[in-house]
């Protein structure tokens, strides 16, 4: 399931502006002319134009409008604090626009810069609606990471917009330490109260050692497994230039804690490097080749270090048909087969996993999957366990379905992973955003509890391996902001204060 950055929400129980502790390093109402703030990229062309204006303003007399933009990307950017590594941050802002669509997207970014290049990260977002100022508002982290020298905060409308956009009061504090999320210490660890492995997506800031996140991951998870860091796009971003450095770093985290490692995902028709299915390469026997080339670089550098693999990743529509990808429209249906080969050619000892979505939920895609790998098992194609992403919400799928899908798979020899578990609080993609109350989170507990009441049932009847939480605390999930921007969810087993929510309580008793 594709995973948007993190996003960090603000923290509600606490006036984090007013606290004393705080130190101001962002204050601008452009009311005295432009402070820090200019364009983004190296404008060499010098299109992308800022000024500040009294025509529309939030505050005072004037704001600061940013226009001529002609990619997604310009916005207005200013450095954030001289040393802003391993702070946490609380920020605010209101932004405007008047001319354009009846809804745009901003997006507050930052840009951190280190000897490697350049990392971006979007943050927070929020949906405006035209001629209205809307407040864009929420805390982030910067990791501990010696090798960073620059931060620069901005925004952006990274949906494919270029509209012109008013910009005004815009605050960044440094947040008082005793305000930063703590990682609970007297609380059981949940590792010890599963019988199976219990694994966390994260992202590689959640595993320097000096994140309260590391705190937490080490004490309840065995497995973890990249958010984005080990996707084609970010390990391959031009052919044959593999970057490993975030890779390495989530595998050299679990490397030291004695935790397994997951790659997500070898083969998959999204978030891959523009060039892939481009150009002279892209032939059948050629993309064959890079795929080839990929899976194997991949596996013989992590041998010994990853233990299990999805190899291909969201391989069905929601038919149970194989997905008209690239893959299967350049090289053909034997592109799975081929991935697979490949793999147990580089690594024989690693768990190589199909990985698929709404298999439970879904029982024509539940279906297709079970055929798909009964034909795969029956051609001697090296496939050892289903992925299960478990993507659900608070009422569906039932109990009995994600039962009778796990058995239906393991019917055919081989395990059954849960890979991407979490649990909306919403039940469908349109309802509008909801307060997370006692009932809400009592209910998705006594849920949790009785899924993993299945899992461990499963997990003696051997046919479930382990089980994958996508991510820790409710913060990070994916599921804020989609697919209904603004929107907050609360699908997992930490809040955003990386307290454990009643869905931790419920499956460790
Ligand atoms: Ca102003």
């Not at 391993?86 to 951190?112: I, N």
């Not at 595993?207 to 080990?230: C, P, R, T, Y």
């Not at 992403?389 to 849960?418: C, W, Y």
């Not at 409710?474 to 869905?503: E, H, I, M, Q, Y």
Request: charged share 25%; with cysteine; hydrophobic share 40%.
């Amino acid at each position: 399931m594709k995973q948007f950055l993190a996003i960090v929400m603000a923290l509600v129980t606490v006036p984090v502006f007013a606290q004393a502790g705080n130190v101001t390093v962002i204050d601008t109402n452009f009311e005295n002319g432009i402070a820090g703030w200019g364009p983004r990229g190296d404008n060499r062309q010098g299109l992308e134009k800022l000024e500040v204006t009294t025509a529309v303003k939030h505050s005072g007399s004037s704001s600061l409008r940013v226009f001529n933009r002609t990619h997604e990307w310009q916005g207005a950017t200013c450095k954030l604090a001289a040393n802003a590594v391993g702070d946490m941050f609380g920020m605010e802002a209101w932004l405007y626009y008047k001319d354009g669509p009846a809804k745009v997207t901003f997006v507050f970014s930052t840009q951190k810069t280190s000897a490697q290049g350049q990392a971006y990260q979007n943050v927070l977002q929020v949906q405006a609606n035209k001629g209205e100022w809307v407040q864009i508002k929420g805390e982030f982290t910067i990791a501990k990471d010696p090798t960073i020298t620059d931060v620069q905060v901005y925004f952006e409308t990274p949906k494919n917009d270029t509209v012109e956009f008013y910009i005004d009061d815009i605050k960044f504090v440094k947040l008082d330490p005793s305000l930063r999320p703590k990682a609970e210490v007297n609380i059981p660890n949940l590792r010890d109260k599963v019988p199976f492995d219990i694994g966390a997506a994260v992202s590689v800031d959640d595993v320097d050692f000096s994140s309260e996140w590391a705190q937490l991951l080490m004490k309840h998870f065995s497995i973890i497994v990249a958010g984005n860091e080990m996707k084609r796009d970010t390990v391959e971003p031009s052919e044959g230039k593999y970057n490993w450095i975030p890779a390495d770093k989530i595998v050299d985290f679990a490397m030291n804690t004695g935790m397994r490692v997951r790659w997500h995902p070898l083969v998959w028709h999204s978030q891959n490097p523009d060039w892939l299915f481009k150009g002279a390469g892209a032939t059948k026997a050629g993309l064959d080749q890079r795929m080839k080339t990929y899976i194997q670089t991949v596996m013989r550098k992590y041998r010994g270090d990853v233990d299990s693999y999805d190899v291909v990743n969201e391989v069905l529509d929601e038919n149970g048909r194989l997905r008209n990808s690239e893959w299967l429209k350049i090289i053909g249906t034997e592109y799975i087969d081929n991935a697979f080969r490949y793999a147990r050619e580089a690594d024989p000892k690693a768990q190589l996993v199909i990985n698929d979505y709404n298999l439970a939920s879904n029982p024509r895609k539940r279906q297709g999957m079970y055929d798909l790998v009964k034909d795969l098992k029956a051609r001697g194609v090296p496939v050892d366990a289903i992925g299960m992403q478990m993507h659900i919400d608070i009422r569906n799928p039932s109990v009995s379905a994600i039962k009778e899908t796990i058995e239906l798979f393991a019917s055919l020899g081989i395990k059954v992973l849960v890979t991407e578990m979490d649990m909306s609080i919403y039940t469908s993609d349109t309802e509008s955003k909801k307060t997370v109350t006692t009932t809400i989170l009592q209910e998705q507990a006594t849920r949790y509890r009785a899924i993993f009441d299945v899992f461990k049932e499963e997990y003696q009847k051997k046919n479930l391996d382990a089980v994958v939480i996508w991510g820790t605390s409710d913060n990070l999930s994916w599921k804020n902001d989609f697919p209904v921007p603004g929107r907050t969810d609360a699908p997992l087993l930490f809040d955003s204060k990386l307290k454990r929510k009643p869905a931790f309580d419920a499956i460790v008793k």
